[in-house]
């Protein structure tokens, strides 16, 4: 029999039977639709964590210093040039807000960070226009800013900030720099303004310098400045309590695990709903193995072969498989959409799953169809067409 007449009995057989058939691709239809939401979903989370990563740097290793209120900044430095082969650049880090004005324009809660002339490569700031502020300018604490996208639309709508001054604590500041805006970040990122760290005493009303930023060349050399810092700050503090070192990396290879296991039991979970829907499938044409005997017994009487038998059986589970799994698909990037909407509300990220996953899905349908429904295919085979004939 030609493959083009098995698939039209199978379409056939499927519109005879019209609620059994749907009954039947149920469980492949939850569960290819379960495998789908849950891939796309979780592809998406771990996009948008890629994203927030990115925006904050690679290959960053943040140290905090809590013991007490000295400025360590000198001795972390000192650690640094030790680590010269291993440390691309070095910034203290510490943060306040404050009302910031320019002319008859203000912004009542603006980030203020203050770090060193590396600032910028540290936390992955790119320079649009202007220039970071010099290593002289932090040794004479200079009032010198470099501003973020927002900081710029706010005060200077599309003026060129450069040269210009704002007002920080009711003291002059020169914008010498402004920050290309960090998409997909939203205002947090963008709505900072950078000053030379030792402004401190002026701005944070403290000498302390506890908080730093030490970007590494690469991944591999992430984990041993992580390392050297942990040990460095045991020798410096004498214990292991007053302080914190930590990178984006371990927490990238975190938030992995955590992914691939909600990927695990997710898929576990649908693993058991497809099973299911194999079983439904071989059961039902187990019925119809039984309902077709006497056409079985006629097609073996006039000279087909088991291998024929086979494939027409065959071809209608794995037909019957996939019509479950289409719709199965098309459920599950319905899902996707849906949730994708509501998990990233305030980004323009479109959750859709892709096409190695839709055709694998397809695929995978048809092979559960296929798999299931050899067993009774099989059977059907081996029925003696004399017996068949006499069946009922």
Not at 121 to 145: K, P, Q, W
Request: charged share 20%.
């Amino acid at each position: 029999m030609r493959l083009g007449q098995s698939f039209a009995m199978a379409i056939k057989s499927i519109k005879n039977n019209k609620g059994r058939s749907f009954l039947t691709m149920l469980g492949i239809i939850i569960g290819l639709a379960a495998v789908i939401t849950l891939v796309t979903l979780v592809s998406g989370v771990k996009k948008q964590f890629m994203m927030s990563f990115e925006t904050m740097g690679t290959n960053v290793v943040q140290v905090e210093y809590y013991q007490d209120q000295r400025d360590v900044s000198k001795e972390i430095y000192s650690k640094t040039l030790e680590l010269s082969d291993l440390v691309q650049a070095y910034t203290p880090n510490l943060s306040t807000y404050e009302t910031v004005k320019q002319k008859d324009k203000s912004i009542n809660s603006c980030r203020i960070l203050l770090g060193s002339e590396d600032y910028d490569v540290c936390s992955n700031y790119t320079i649009e226009r202007g220039s970071m502020f010099t290593h002289s300018n932090v040794l004479n604490s200079d009032r010198v800013a470099v501003i973020g996208s927002k900081v710029r639309t706010d005060l200077f709508d599309f003026e060129n900030p450069i040269g210009k001054t704002i007002r920080i604590k009711g003291e002059r500041f020169t914008v010498v720099g402004l920050f290309e805006e960090k998409t997909g970040a939203g205002d947090y990122m963008n709505n900072v303004i950078v000053v030379p760290y030792t402004n401190n005493r002026f701005l944070m009303n403290s000498p302390a310098v506890s908080s730093f930023i030490i970007k590494a060349v690469d991944g591999d050399a992430t984990n041993q400045v992580v390392t050297e810092m942990q040990e460095y700050m045991k020798e410096l503090t004498g214990n292991d309590w007053g302080f914190w070192v930590y990178s984006e990396n371990q927490y990238m290879d975190f938030y992995d695990e955590q992914l691939a296991m909600m990927s695990l039991v997710g898929g576990g979970i649908a693993g058991i709903s497809l099973i299911v829907g194999g079983i439904g499938i071989m059961n039902i044409m187990l019925v119809s193995v039984t309902e077709r005997t006497r056409e079985i017994g006629i097609r073996k009487s006039i000279g087909a072969r088991r291998i024929d038998i086979i494939s027409q059986f065959l071809i209608e589970a794995g037909t019957i498989s996939l019509l479950g799994g289409l719709i199965g698909i098309a459920i599950g990037s319905l899902l996707s959409l849906i949730f994708g909407r509501l998990l990233f509300q305030g980004t323009d990220m479109v959750l859709l799953p892709s096409m190695p996953l839709v055709l694998g899905a397809a695929a995978f349908s048809i092979f559960i169809g296929m798999f299931f429904g050899f067993y009774p295919a099989n059977r059907a085979s081996k029925l003696h067409p004399i017996e068949a004939l006499r069946a009922e």
